[in-house]
T-cell receptor, first 115, second 110 residues
Framework: GAGVSQSPSNKVTEKGKDVELRCDPISGHTALYWYRQSLGQGLEFLIYFQGNSAPDKSGLPSDRFSAERTGGSVSTLTIQRTQQEDSAVYLC?????????????FGPGTRLTVT | LAKTTQPISMDSYEGQEVNITCSHNNIATNDYITWYQQFPSQGPRFIIQGYKTKVTNEVASLFIPADRKSSTLSLPRVSLSDTAVYYCLVGDKGNTPLVFGKGTRLSVIA
């Protein structure tokens, strides 16, 4: 079946502009996660959703970052007033449940470059 | 969460067995050990998960000694396509975000 998809695959934006990144999880997966990965680094957790609610927003680096999920499906990560340090690959993952024991299925990521 | 330590990089020739060891001295009673694999320009992919002793699937084996303070991911007869970063993670069912370190970069050489 279809995996996790993300769009756009690449995004180049000017410093100070807003960007929206989209994630389409696997159908039926109730948990959805956002991570980001800077060059050569491990993954940094940003936020996760169980259904449409976000029990854990602890990883969002600043109030410029926000995310929402509608209909228990698609999620959008919005970064306002982008800064150069926001440049990274943003990865979305989904799973059938929340918690370490559930396998997370990752999308291919959105590569964001802020110039 | 238990901290994990694994080698930064490893090299191997094609056809060899590769063992990547992860140290997790502070692992808790309810923690499980999970390994993910990440190819260049892709998101990570689940490989294997275990609690104790040995787990084997079609991709790899996971060896966990009795004290569970370390674990070893074993990849049999690696090929060039196994070149990737391998992450060791530790957590229990209540730990929701996966905590990734920098992983081990495995390079397979022809």
């Amino acid at each position: 079946g279809a995996g996790v998809s993300q769009s756009p695959s690449n995004k180049v934006t000017e410093k100070g502009k807003d960007v929206e990144l989209r994630c389409d999880p696997i159908s039926g997966h109730t948990a959805l996660y956002w991570y980001r990965q800077s060059l050569g680094q491990g993954l940094e957790f940003l936020i996760y959703f169980q259904g449409n609610s976000a029990p854990d927003k602890s990883g969002l680096p600043s109030d410029r970052f926000s995310a929402e999920r509608t209909g228990g499906s698609v999620s959008t990560l919005t970064i306002q007033r982008t800064q150069q340090e926001d440049s990274a690959v943003y990865l979305c993952a989904s799973s059938t449940g929340s918690g370490h024991l559930y396998e997370q299925y990752f999308g291919p990521g959105t590569r964001l470059t802020v110039t | 969460l238990a901290k994990t330590t694994q080698p930064i990089s490893m090299d191997s020739y094609e056809g060899q067995e590769v063992n990547i060891t992860c140290s997790h001295n502070n692992i808790a009673t309810n923690d499980y050990i999970t390994w993910y694999q990440q190819f260049p320009s892709q998101g990570p992919r689940f490989i294997i998960q275990g609690y104790k002793t040995k787990v084997t699937n079609e991709v790899a084996s996971l060896f966990i000694p009795a004290d569970r303070k370390s674990s070893t991911l074993s990849l049999p007869r690696v090929s060039l396509s196994d070149t990737a970063v391998y992450y060791c993670l530790v957590g229990d069912k209540g730990n929701t975000p996966l905590v990734f370190g920098k992983g081990t970069r495995l390079s397979v050489i022809a």
